[in-house]
T-cell receptor
Framework: DVKVTQSSRYLVKRTGEKVFLECVQD?????MFWYRQDPGLGLRLIYF???????EKGDIPEGYSVSREKKERFSLILESASTNQTSMYLC??????????FGSGTRLTVV | EDKVVQSPLSLVVHEGDTVTLNCSYE??????LLWYKQEKKAPTFLFML????IEKKSGRLSSILDKKELFSILNITATQTGDSAVYLC???????????FGQGTRLTINP
């Protein structure tokens, strides 16, 4: 089975800190995605990447950046964390255009 | 703007009941609709629907798509406590590398 691994399950960071969320997949998938999940809002796409060093903005990219230096790894960066970025962050990968495989999520709290 | 709306947002039923979850969509160029189940961790894939009127079935779960009326339903019969989860609906847009998600329905099955 494809595995998508997110490095941290829970994180607590201070306002203004630079935060790195890491995601690694082990099945050579071209596409990788970062979503945030908030109650009542569902999953909202932050950024996605369809190849190494390629990235596309999703629906809510403000305050975030991403890095994809290797095919298996897609990092989400919060340049200066703020309390409104407290959320569950989900990484996913796919080959082709559908049927994502999700990671277990990182619950980030910014205090 | 592409939009996916799920209802109800929350549902509490007793074990053994049958439930119907709804997903409606307004998107520019529909390709497929997907259902996921999310317990405490990663969303897991349930169904992908592309053709209208064809029911997909897996055990006690079934789903159908109506492309004319732009909605899908997910049915769960003889519910069990293990069915308690958030159920996510997502639509894949033709030509796009991403899914648009609804808000999710939180289903709670009481013994």
């Amino acid at each position: 089975d494809v595995k998508v691994t997110q490095s941290s399950r829970y994180l607590v960071k201070r306002t203004g800190e630079k935060v790195f969320l890491e995601c690694v997949q082990d099945m050579d998938h071209e596409n990788m995605f970062w979503y945030r999940q908030d109650p009542g809002l569902g999953l909202r796409l932050i950024y996605f990447s369809y190849d190494v060093k390629m990235k596309e903005k999703g629906d809510i990219p403000e305050g975030y950046s991403v890095s994809r230096e290797k095919k298996e790894r897609f990092s989400l960066i919060l340049e200066s964390a703020s309390t409104n970025q407290t959320s569950m962050y989900l990484c996913a990968s796919s080959v082709g255009t559908t049927r994502y495989t999700f990671g277990s999520g990182t619950r980030l709290t910014v205090v | 703007e592409d939009k996916v709306v799920q209802s109800p947002l929350s549902l509490v039923v007793h074990e053994g009941d049958t439930v119907t979850l709804n997903c409606s969509y307004e998107v520019t160029n529909f390709r497929s609709l997907l259902w996921y189940k999310q317990e405490k961790k990663a969303p897991t894939f349930l169904f992908m629907l592309t053709s209208s009127g064809i029911e997909k079935k897996s055990g006690r779960l079934s789903s159908i798509l109506d492309k004319k009326e732009l909605f899908s339903i997910l049915n769960i019969t003889a519910t069990q406590t293990g069915d308690s989860a958030v159920y996510l609906c997502a639509v894949h847009i033709q030509g796009a590398q991403k899914l648009v998600f609804g808000q999710g329905t939180r289903l709670t099955i009481n013994p």
